[in-house]
């Protein structure tokens, strides 16, 4: 007898409809896996067997061969277990399931027949409905995550028992009817009403998400860069469905939902520590999960204390960042897990943290202040457009009752930027924002007339800026006349371009 079973397989951020054949022969008993199943795959045998024994059923009695079809497609993890068990029950009760062939199912299996919660929940109720399923069967645990996805009847089951008795037609399930709503899943809980003072930071904050810009903040401890750095998601614009999907595949691979929080509505905001691993960083080949720069996909990468990143470690951002993705090479062909982050930074201005501070003094030597900003240079440097420090907060502003400006406000500006963006690089696939511009974009949407270039040229010479802060400059301030709805680029909007090159300056001198 044979039994068919569809399940899925993670690649990537997709998944994969797996075909699983269970075939009891004629010989003595016992279980064949084949179909390039990984460890925990053929680790599943002893659970299901038990899992099968311990539910009251039968398991087979001859020999068994249970192939994972397409047998070129890796499937790894423990997933597989729900349904390798049903297709053992089919053929060893030669029970009759009228709706398995309608659908598709994962989970994992404890020695008791519970199901366990499994990650990937989300690809794999996408893509069951891609292959029209009428349902997809997955741990109770999941259900919500797997209900995002409209079109597909989503059941949630807690032991292998009862996932037979619903297929056998011998009990019903209540299917998750709960039609997400994307527009009321809560409220951001940070906001920037709730930063005093730091206006010039603020600003420099605005400029960067308005233009889609690398940012880096340079200020003493104490100074809020990474309470301003949370807070720069809630003005980026609104996530679209189709980017929450994303971010949430990404999210659901990794294993980070869970019933409270199944469904990434907000851009997601991902501070690695200094000490991140690379593959930590930019994610792993040899068990292919997604990195911190693909969890922060759609959001914001925060590096705080930038020097303190190892060297090789801020170079394999270099790739990623630029292509707005990261691809792994694995022995089954390359794999590809999207990364289209705001890069946002945070340094101190020197070792011991006060250089320039006007209340604490600075124990480092000019040559030791300089070193220590030298950590920072090179090829990520050169992918920051706007460098801005962030002094000590004063106490009266602290202390003050004033409350700031709303992120909501400062979005709406940011939105109206964008939209100028969206219309100058229509036709662009490859340029969204003015952060993105090729250097022949650059020639043609960043003219400067006379005045602009006198002013220009006459600030490279006076402040020793580099040649790389030219074309740095012509885009930031691209972006500030936008914000200004100023279809040309005016000396004022130059002006606040050129405060933003704080590590170009050789002010320490
Ligand atoms: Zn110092």
Not at 171 to 183: G, H, K, N
Not at 259 to 275: L, S, V
Not at 364 to 369: A, D, E, H, N
Not at 397 to 426: M, N
Request: net charge neutral; proline share 6%.
């Amino acid at each position: 007898m044979l039994a068919r079973v569809f399940s899925a397989a993670i690649q990537g951020v997709e998944a994969i409809q797996v075909e699983i054949e269970v075939n009891a022969g004629s010989g003595d008993p016992a279980i064949v896996l084949v179909g390039l199943p990984d460890a925990a795959v053929r680790e599943s045998k002893d659970r299901v067997t038990t899992a099968i024994a311990n539910s009251g059923f039968r398991w087979p009695r001859s020999r068994t061969t249970v192939n994972l079809a397409p047998a070129d497609l890796k499937k790894e993890g423990p997933s597989f277990d729900l349904p390798i068990a049903v297709g053992m029950i089919a053929v060893a009760e030669g029970a009759d399931m009228p709706r398995l062939g309608r659908c598709l199912m994962a989970g994992e299996l404890s020695l008791n027949g519970e199901v366990r919660s499994i990650k990937g929940v989300l690809p794999i109720a996408i893509e069951a409905r891609r292959r029209r399923k009428k349902a997809v069967i997955v741990p109770k645990a999941n259900v919500r995550e797997a209900a995002v996805v409209e079109g597909i009847e989503v059941y949630g089951v807690s032991n292998l028992r009862e996932t037979f008795e619903f297929l056998a037609r011998q009990r019903e399930l209540p299917f998750s009817t709960e039609v997400f709503d994307f527009t009321q899943n809560g409220s951001e809980e940070l906001d920037f009403a709730e930063v005093k003072g730091q206006h010039l930071v603020k600003r420099a904050i605005e400029v960067a998400v308005a233009g889609n810009h690398a940012l880096l903040l340079i200020g003493p401890p104490g100074s809020g860069k990474s309470m301003l750095s949370k807070r720069i998601a809630t003005i980026m614009p609104p996530m679209s469905i189709e980017e929450a999907i994303e971010t949430t595949k990404i999210h659901s691979i990794c294993g980070l939902l869970d019933d409270g929080n199944f469904f990434c509505t907000h851009r997601p905001f991902r501070a690695p520590h200094h000490t991140i691993s690379d593959v930590g960083l930019i994610g792993g080949s040899t068990n292919p999960t997604p990195g911190e720069i693909s969890l922060a996909h759609n959001g914001v990468l925060f590096l705080d204390e930038l020097p303190e990143f190892k060297r090789s470690t801020l170079e394999v951002l270099r790739q990623p960042l630029e292509d707005r993705k990261v691809t792994v090479s694995r022995a089954a062909g390359t794999m590809t897990f999207p990364a289209n982050v705001m890069l946002v930074a945070a340094m101190n201005p020197c070792a011991c943290g006060y250089f320039g501070d006007p209340k604490r003094e600075c124990r480092c030597s000019p040559k030791q202040v300089e070193n220590y900003r030298n950590r920072v240079s090179g090829p990520l440097l050169d992918r920051i457009d706007i460098h801005v420090e962030a002094p000590a907060v004063e106490y009266k502003e602290l202390s003050s009752d004033e409350r700031a400006e709303a992120s909501q406000a400062i979005r709406e500006r940011v939105l109206g930027a964008r939209k100028l963006q969206h219309e100058r690089f229509a036709g662009k696939p490859k340029c969204h924002a003015n952060a993105e511009m090729s250097h022949g974009l650059l020639k043609t949407h960043c003219k400067l007339d006379s005045e602009g270039k006198e002013l220009l040229r006459h600030a490279m010479e006076e402040l020793h800026l580099s040649a790389r802060a030219y074309d740095r400059i012509l885009k930031v301030s691209r972006t500030i006349a936008d914000l200004a709805a100023s279809p040309t680029i005016c000396p004022p909007h130059l002006l606040e371009a050129i405060q933003y090159r704080t590590l170009d300056r050789n002010f320490w001198h």
